[in-house]
């Protein structure tokens, strides 16, 4: 048993009872510990005494928080493993080209019987289909011809007027004129991306990345330079610097909130150091925080655009990872680049699609989406520490974990040398999707990582594929 420090003070005494219920199994790792008041009442003791005998389990690593729902008996497995280090972008030579790669990866999502451990996508199950459904209903009828007209850009002013309001929640004051809603984050990303470079212009990008990304810099002829992550902060800021002070950066892409794959956030104090490193050399920063929502924590993070004061950072984002993916509803704050992202947002795609961008103004108006953000961090919050847990407990020791702050992707390395295209290939044989490292890296590095994707409920059926990923990675190892 991990000892106390003080077992003379009464809440340590408390604190030493639990962790021997723990030690005897009568609490198992995933359990839910009493309530406060009922462990006060349990121990006769105050409120006081029992918050801090769980304050001083919290310490010991034998319980932990979650948000809104108490405390749990923290998994022993998860606490042996370590996260993976600060990463080092590397070129590895493929056979394959990344967008290969990508098609061979994503052609297996949508088929039946699959293990959904590969995309990440929230599962249809926990999205609000219903009310979703009405509310797209009552926009169609009260829409009239308007719903089949173009929306010309900058798009559906009750969308924009839903996204500046929230907009203050982030650190920033947007008006529904500084944006332009898009179809999905991909597109919004696209047209920031062609705003503000020219084919062949280097443009930094954490390492490792969204794979949209990496292809989206591959198809514009963009040239990624890799920065290297810290599996908990994100884009290693002294490393950026570096590179700033040594060559020409033409933009600079980045995910702080909740980067995928990493599930990293940069804190506050690194957000506001980039955005001042970037505007010194006229830099722009394009922001993506389509996970800004998905926080586990207790407070929905800032964006960096809150620090802008030149406005130099374009802020994407999308209604993709919370209610529907389906929908493609996206949209950008673009600073100083609003009327070239309009411009090209014409000879993009011309207009969003008009009735999907309503029934979401109506969802954020009415409330819904609000109920629906408060529910759905805590499952996600939940599936990544079941998936986790599962992961540290089949996988071979010595592999390691991220732990997201939000979001619902996990990064794992593998054993060194372990080939993750390979892992991916018989999981496939196996039925079950994942997502090979080296997506993730233009230069095709880690080789030995795999993401796995916690958006669907915890099931017997995933829990086995787990178990069977576990075994793989043990024969290949
Ligand atoms: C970081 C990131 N940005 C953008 C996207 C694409 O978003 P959308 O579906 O809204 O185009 C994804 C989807 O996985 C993502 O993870």
Redesign the pocket.
């Known amino acids: 048993m991990i000892a106390s420090k003080n077992p003379g003070l009464l809440y340590e005494q408390v604190a030493d009872k639990i962790a021997g219920q723990i030690e005897a199994g009568t609490l198992r790792p995933g359990d839910r510990v009493p309530s406060v008041r009922r462990a006060s009442q349990q121990h006769r003791v105050s409120v006081t005494t029992a918050v801090q005998a769980y304050l001083a389990l919290e310490n010991r690593g034998l319980i932990e928080a979650r948000p809104k729902s108490g405390f749990y008996v923290r998994s022993r497995p998860l606490r042996d493993v370590l996260e993976p280090g600060r990463s080092s972008p590397c070129r590895a030579t493929r056979a394959d080209s990344s967008s290969e790669l990508l098609g061979r990866v994503f052609e297996a999502v949508n088929r039946p019987g699959i293990v959904p451990l590969g995309?990440?996508?929230p599962s249809p199950e926990l999205l609000p289909v219903q009310k979703l459904n009405r509310t797209l209903a009552v926009m169609t009828r009260s829409a009239g011809t308007k719903g089949i007209e173009y929306d010309m850009p900058p798009g559906a002013l009750p969308l924009r007027r839903q996204v500046a309001r929230r907009s203050p929640d982030w650190g920033v004051t947007l008006a529904p004129d500084d944006i332009v809603t898009t179809?999905?984050?991909?597109?919004?990303?696209t047209l920031c991306l062609r705003a503000v470079t020219k084919p062949g212009d280097p443009v930094a990008i954490e390492s490792p990345?969204?794979f949209?990304?990496v292809q989206l810099i591959e198809s514009l002829g963009l040239k990624a330079i890799e920065i290297p992550t810290h599996p908990r902060t994100g884009m290693d800021l002294d490393a950026l610097d570096r590179t700033l002070a040594a060559r020409r950066i033409a933009a600079c892409l980045a995910?702080p909130n909740f980067?995928?794959p990493l599930g990293s956030l940069m804190p506050e104090s690194h957000q506001q150091r980039l955005v001042e490193m970037l505007a010194r050399r006229e830099i722009p920063l394009i922001e993506?925080d389509?996970?800004g929502e998905l926080h586990f924590g207790p407070k929905r993070p800032r964006v960096a655009k809150s620090f802008d004061k030149q406005g130099l950072v374009l802020l994407?984002?999308?209604?993709?990872?919370t209610i529907a993916?389906g929908y493609?509803?996206?949209w950008t704050a673009p600073g100083r680049f609003l009327e070239k992202v309009r411009n090209l947002k014409f000879t993009s795609t011309l207009a969003t699609a008009t009735l999907p961008q309503l029934a979401i103004a109506e969802f954020v108006a009415n409330g819904g989406y609000d109920h629906h953000l408060r529910a759905i961090r805590r499952t996600f919050a939940e599936q990544v520490q079941r998936v986790s847990e599962a992961v540290a407990e089949s996988f071979p020791p010595g592999i390691r974990i991220t732990r997201p702050a939000g979001?619902f992707?996990i990064w794992i390395e593998l054993p060194r040398g372990l080939d993750s295209l390979d892992l991916h290939a018989r999981a496939m044989a196996e039925e079950i999707s994942i997502a090979p490292g080296p997506m993730f890296s233009p230069g095709g590095g880690f080789g030995n990582f795999i993401r796995l994707s916690c958006g669907y409920p915890w099931s017997p059926r995933i829990e086995r594929a787990i178990g069977i990923l576990g075994s793989l990675t043990k024969r290949l190892g």
């Open positions: 995309a990440a996508c179809s999905g984050s991909m597109e919004a990303l990345t969204y949209g990304i995910i980067n995928n993506d389509i996970y994407c984002s999308s209604f993709s990872k993916p493609r509803v996206g979001g992707v």
